[in-house]
């Protein structure tokens, strides 16, 4: 018969052990986005998860304008992507990046229609429409790039005289807009009608119609999660990131 004297040595070494075992803390990561990276950040987080079981990414939709505001008021956030250069060079400016942002992104302009209504195929017909749906240019950049594509076309001014705008909060607004049928066209990015089956594209607004669509992403320099922000950074800008990204319609940014 074997002896149990052992045991209760070998049972306080156990104890001892898994008195010293931590658990592995969980951290929670505060990413403020344009809205119209939802889907392919959404699914980033998914896939970034999988390398980081025990954190969360916590996101803020929104538009680039605002959230850049939020942030330039202290509001708690580790990772900032924007749809534009504007936003991200004011916050250079005041200080609240870590380091250069870094571009990661490309978008393009498109018009649309509700679907099933009379095409608007040209800015000769788009200034004739009743109603046009743009993002709020003071606050969303799809509303910047769409002013200066409609400055460019000649017909931005009699759009305003005429009163024909409909301004919206963000991109996805616009879009709604339009699936709604509260408005006879809208300019949204290209990625954004993918997301929707209820608008049918008009045209594509030329690429040298408005500056650059460039979305630049960096880390916010009070970060709580500055390791993990980091990491995030890099996997949008990896190999798997940008092949999420570019899978939902966005374009390389080199």
Same mark, same amino acid.
């Given at each position: ?23 592995? !803390? *969980?951290? &929670? %990561? =505060?990413?403020?986005? /344009? ?9 980033? +987080? $998914? ?15 929104? !538009? *680039?304008? &605002? %959230? =850049?505001?939020?942030? /330039? ?9 924007? +749809? $534009? ?170």
């Amino acid at each position: 018969m074997k002896s149990t004297k052992a045991l209760p040595k070998f049972f306080g070494l156990v104890s001892i052990c898994l008195f010293w075992i931590k658990p592995v !803390a *969980s951290a &929670e %990561l =505060a990413v403020s986005a /344009a809205i119209s990276l939802k889907e392919s950040f959404t699914e980033i +987080a $998914a896939q970034f998860k999988k390398e980081h079981p025990n954190d969360t990414v916590l996101f803020n939709f929104g !538009a *680039s304008g &605002e %959230l =850049a505001q939020q942030i /330039a008021q202290g509001a708690p956030v580790d990772v900032f992507a924007s +749809a $534009a250069l504007k936003q991200m060079l004011n916050l250079d400016k005041k200080g609240l990046l870590l380091g250069v942002s870094q571009p990661f992104v490309r978008n393009r302009l498109v018009v649309v229609v509700p679907k099933g209504e009379a095409k608007v195929t040209s800015f000769e017909q788009l200034a004739k429409v009743k109603s046009l749906a743009i993002g709020n240019p003071k606050t969303v950049p799809v509303g910047q790039y769409a002013v200066e594509a409609l400055t460019k076309a000649g017909i931005y001014q009699a759009l305003q005289d005429e009163k024909k705008f409909i301004f919206a909060e963000n991109v996805r607004q616009v879009l709604t807009y339009v699936e709604s049928n509260n408005v006879d066209a809208g300019i949204v990015y290209t990625t954004d009608v993918r997301t929707s089956d209820k608008v049918t594209i008009g045209f594509p607004v030329p690429a040298n119609y408005s500056e650059p669509i460039i979305y630049p992403i960096a880390v916010i320099k009070d970060a709580k999660q500055l390791d993990l922000a980091k990491a995030f950074v890099t996997f949008v800008l990896s190999t798997q990131g940008q092949a999420i990204l570019q899978g939902k319609g966005f374009l390389s940014a080199k």
